[in-house]
């Protein structure tokens, strides 16, 4: 199956499922934003969403319950199956369900159907959702019948620290959490957006929700506490110390507003992972910031500057910054620090 990772996902989802009409199939690891990416499609189209977690279904809770009424013997629907609008069905944790489920999900699918309730027209959208074996999830065989339903194509999720850097700027994960994962993901050896090990998970979820959470609302040893639980001892401890030397960082509305005495100075390279999200944050937030962002760049060693300009691209509207006229005077130079990064500007 196609490896994609989540950018590549939303345009197949928005492309393909919705688009085309044509069942997708979205295999990947717990807690790397699967639900989340489905969702966020489907509210960008201005589409409801019917988010169906299989495991916790019966044959019953499709088929209805038979009850004796004055037409005769009827079978009551579950209430939140739609009767109008237009949405996506999302089942999830498909092989996780009961054969006899799974089945049910077949004939929904493929005939727009199950028994005497009809999709309704702008409700025949379906993706589908699961686990691979490999995630040491639950995980049952998926009947090659089903399987071939999905014929908008299977698709394995991975993260990717570029998207998921523009995702959690977006939606206001903490600057210190964007810089940390960013920067472990391109200068340790081992994954930190990512990675299943003894008994730890560090998922993109986790630093989104429980690790952010942590860190903004909790303070001291429990602060501490609470991010070891979460991420692991070893792996809290290293973030912890990298919370402890941000806490060194100037405020960044300074640097925008023409203070760079921070900027001319020797520091760890970690902080200036943390600027660049700061950067990119602030200018996304505020379009009125964006040109005292672009100047602050261009006051930092041109690598750093090349990561903090391409966070800034993929944070911003594409239209905000082509308007932008600091931007255009100075092309030259902005192309000159996208080359030394090897990216195209």
Sequence with gaps: MKKVKPSQLRSILSEVAVGGRLPVMVWGAPG??????????AASLGMSILDLRLNY???TDFLGIPVRT??????????????????????????????????LVFQLINDGMIE???VPEGWRYFVGSSNLPSHRSI???MPSGLYSRFTGGHYELIPDVEDWAQWAIANSVDDRIISFVTYMEHN?????LFRQENGYFLTPRTWATGVNYALRNLDGEIRSTAIMGMIGEENGLEFIHYVKLAAEMPDPMKIIAGDYEWIRGEHDASLWYLLAGSLARIASQDSEKITGCLKALLQMKDEYAALAFSMIRNAVERKMLVSNEFLASNMGRFREIMGVSGAES
């Design 57 to 59: 279904y019966e044959e």
């Design 139 to 141: 995980s049952n065989a």
């Design 188 to 192: 340790d050896q081992k994954p930190w």
């Design 116 to 118: 005497d309730y009809t």
């Design 70 to 103: 004055e037409r005769g013997m009827e079978f009551v629907k579950y209430s939140r199956f739609p009767r109008s609008g237009r949405g996506i069905w999302f089942l999830d944790e498909i092989t996780h369900a009961r054969t006899s489920t799974q089945g």
């Design 32 to 41: 790397i934003g699967k639900s989340q990416i489905v969702r966020d499609t």
